[in-house]
Structures are given as structure tokens and as C-alpha cells.
């Protein structure tokens, strides 16, 4: 069952306002190449009326997803409730010009054809929007050991800390070249003047 709005009985009577409630399984989907989960369904729960130009339509989007860790990669459970108002019109959307600029409004409208509304892709949009852009399995959340790569939440390890970072070898190479301290050690070059 798609999460439909039927249209008829808000165009017979405008101002009365239709409530429903959907719950949908959705599939998994790929973010920032990770594949996010459903931990549960979808539940929507809204209402809609016909206003001048369309349908406002609102309502509540509740589900729990199932991320990965930007610090730990663990896999954890993100429970999500938002909210949500759309305008839907009628029609194809119109190409935006590049002189005109967008306003908050044309953010709250899309558009639909035919005689019901399919709220599900803007749903979908709402519950991506909402992914953090580096979500967090804890707040506290301590990451990865970066030598050994045993997840510190899980208790310390064994490594040093004071391990050296590969990275600094070349500028460790020049300070032994004689280049230190802001300085550089003159060297004789063969045929110079001076």
C-alpha cells in the first residue's frame, strides 16, 4: 500500500480538513555510500486540505534508522521523529530561470498529476535530509584505535600512543639534511661565486 492522499473528498469539500496515518516497510538505501536501514516502519501521520493553489499537506514522520558510526563504524539505532508541510499543485514544476532566486516557499512545494497525491518520495527526502551529515553512535563516542583499529569503547588497547606518524618522516629526513628551526645550513656548491 502506497501512501496515497485521495484528492475527491477535499475537492468536494474545501476547508475540511482529512487526516490519515500510513505505516510502510521501506527498503534499505545508499547514503554517502553507506547503505542506511530501517530499524522499524514508517508511520506518517498528518492531515490535508484544499487550500487556493493546491493541497496543504503535514504531518509527523516516525521511524527508527539503522547507521553506521562515523568514529567507531558500529552499526547503531537512530530514532527519528520530524515534522513535515508541503503545498502539492497540480502540473509539471516550471523550470527555474537562473535570474530568479529561490525563495523559502518553493522549498515547501511539489507537484503531482493525476487524481491522488503520493506523499512517499517526499517522505523518503524528509527522512534523508534528516541523516546527520556524520552521525554518532554517542555523543562520547571514543573512535577507533588508529594503529591497532580496535574499537576504544570496547575498553583500551595495548597500543603506545606516542607511536610516530609516518607522515612526519620526510620533514624528519629534512630537519637531519641540516634544515631546522627556521634556518638552512649553507652549503659549497662547485663554480659559485661568493
Given amino acids: 500500500m502506497a501512501m ?4 475527491e473528498e477535499l475537492e468536494r469539500n474545501p476547508g475540511k480538513v ?3 496515518t500510513f505505516e510502510e516497510s521501506f527498503g534499505s538505501f545508499e547514503y554517502k555510500g553507506e547503505s542506511v536501514e530501517f530499524a522499524e516502519d514508517v508511520l506518517v501521520k498528518g492531515g490535508a486540505v484544499r487550500v487556493k493553489d493546491g493541497f496543504m499537506v503535514w504531518g509527523d514522520i516516525i521511524t527508527t534508522l539503522r547507521l553506521h558510526c562515523s568514529r567507531c563504524l558500529s552499526s547503531f539505532d537512530f530514532p527519528l521523529e520530524l515534522e513535515f508541510e508541503i503545498e502539492y499543485r497540480r502540473g509539471v514544476e516550471e523550470a527555474h530561470s537562473k535570474e530568479r532566486s529561490l525563495k523559502e516557499d518553493d522549498f515547501r512545494i511539489s507537484y503531482f498529476s493525476g487524481e491522488n497525491i503520493d506523499i512517499e518520495d517526499d517522505v523518503k527526502q524528509f527522512i534523508i535530509l534528516s541523516i546527520p551529515m556524520k552521525p554518532l553512535c554517542k555523543e562520547d563516542c571514543k573512535g577507533l584505535c588508529p594503529i591497532c ?3 576504544l569503547n570496547e575498553g583500551e588497547c595495548k597500543c603506545s600512543r606516542e607511536a610516530e606518524d609516518p607522515r612526519w618522516n620526510a ?5 637531519k639534511g641540516g634544515v631546522g628551526n627556521g634556518g638552512s645550513k649553507e652549503k659549497d656548491v662547485e663554480g659559485s661565486e661568493g
Fill in 18 to 20: 482529512l487526516e490519515f
Fill in 149 to 151: 583499529g580496535k574499537n
Fill in 171 to 175: 620533514l624528519k629526513e629534512l630537519v
Fill in 4 to 7: 496515497v492522499i485521495e484528492t
